[in-house]
Nanobody, 120 residues
Framework: QVQLVESGGGLVQPGGSLRLSCAAS????????MSWYRQAPGKERELVAG????????NYADSIKGRFTISRDNAKNTVYLQMNSLKPEDTAMYYC?????????????WGQGTQVTVSS
């Protein structure tokens, strides 16, 4: 079955950097786009970045453009989120996501999340 395991979160000062990783298993990783979402306390989950199956196309939320970079290594079944120039408003739980469209309808798969806290 689809399994996504995030890692790399932590506490970082404003202006600092973190690199999140998401290890995927249970499916042919190189066939599917992948995304990172985040959810801050009291707020809805929002899309941060997405990447195509080959890595040739990416998209980003306006709030993180120029600071975050999504990438993937299909040989390692892993997607990454490099986060630079972190701000307190980036504090959230970050989730890896992959989507499927089945006969019975669409389905989202999520990891357990990794906490990112930006604070001095």
């Amino acid at each position: 079955q689809v399994q996504l395991v995030e890692s790399g979160g932590g506490l970082v000062q404003p202006g600092g950097s973190l690199r999140l990783s998401c290890a995927a298993s249970g499916f042919t990783f190189s066939n599917y786009p992948m995304s990172w979402y985040r959810q801050a306390p009291g707020k809805e989950r929002e899309l941060v970045a997405g990447i195509s199956s080959t890595g040739g196309s990416t998209n980003y939320a306006d709030s993180i453009k120029g600071r975050f970079t999504i990438s993937r290594d299909n040989a390692k079944n892993t997607v990454y989120l490099q986060m630079n120039s972190l701000k307190p408003e980036d504090t959230a739980m970050y989730y890896c996501n992959t989507k499927r469209t089945y006969v019975l309808g669409p389905r989202d798969y999520w990891g357990q999340g990794t906490q990112v806290t930006v604070s001095s």
